[in-house]
């Protein structure tokens, strides 16, 4: 099955700073989603981008399918943006495979 | 809209109890998914449900059972539950080929 990994597995920031998280998949993908789960542990998903690149407020991302991966830009971050991103993929269409995810916290 | 719904909110059992997870969604979704997530990890895939009559395998269906009751509601029981069940319990909802929407989660504690 689909390997799923991300990077950088923790990341600290100054509230203000830009990040790019990384997503890398091994095999060729239909659907790709990035989520963030804050610290109350809620999942609010982000983007459905499995090629292309979509932008929603200071969150961008960009899935090179052709590549296998994908990124995920925080431009200006905020203390609210701290919790886990997560990338999950499927080469089918139901079953979703999840990184680790990448740890952000962001310092006031 | 309530989006996608769980109960209970938080279980302790004892090794060998059953018991029952219960979600719903009121947005119209045909497909529905389990996934369990441990400490420091992403979530796995348990059972899904494509649409209403079908349910499926995912990566960890071992020691559980889900039924999709109608288009709203799709349960996971677990009949004998033991301490490596131990874990975080989300469902989640989409439209087929869409962004999946998660509910608060259950977190259970198997003694």
């Known amino acids: 099955g689909i390997q799923v990994e991300q990077s950088p597995p923790d990341l600290i920031l100054q509230e203000g700073a830009n990040s790019t998280l990384r997503c890398n998949f091994s095999?060729?993908?239909?659907?790709l989603q990035w989520f963030h789960q804050n610290p109350w542990g809620q999942l609010i998903n982000l983007f459905y981008?499995?090629?292309g690149t979509k932008q929603n407020g200071r969150l961008s991302a960009t899935t090179v399918a052709t590549e296998r991966y994908s990124l995920l830009y925080i431009s200006s971050s905020q203390t609210t943006d701290s919790g886990v991103y997560f990338c999950?993929?499927?080469?089918?269409?139901?079953?979703?495979?999840f990184g680790t995810g990448t740890r952000l916290k962001v310092l006031a | 809209n309530a989006g996608v719904t769980q109960t209970p909110k938080f279980q302790v059992l004892k090794t060998g109890q059953s018991m029952t997870l219960q979600c719903a969604q009121d947005?119209?979704?045909?497909?529905m998914y389990w996934y369990r997530q441990d400490p420091g990890m992403g979530l796995r895939l348990i059972y899904y449900?494509?649409?209403?009559?079908?349910?499926d395998k995912g990566e960890v269906p071992n020691g559980y059972n889900v039924s999709r009751l109608n288009k709203r509601e799709f349960s996971l029981r677990l009949e004998s539950a033991a301490p490596s069940q131990t874990s975080v319990y989300f469902c989640?909802?989409?439209?087929?080929?869409?962004?999946?929407?998660f509910g608060p989660g259950t977190r259970l504690l198997v003694l």
């Open positions: 989640a909802s989409s439209v087929v080929q869409g962004t999946q929407y």
């Open positions: 095999d060729s993908v239909n659907n």
């Open positions: 981008i499995p090629s």
């Open positions: 999950a993929c499927t080469s089918g269409t139901y079953k979703y495979i």
């Open positions: 947005m119209n979704h045909n497909s």
């Open positions: 449900s494509a649409s209403e009559g079908t349910t």
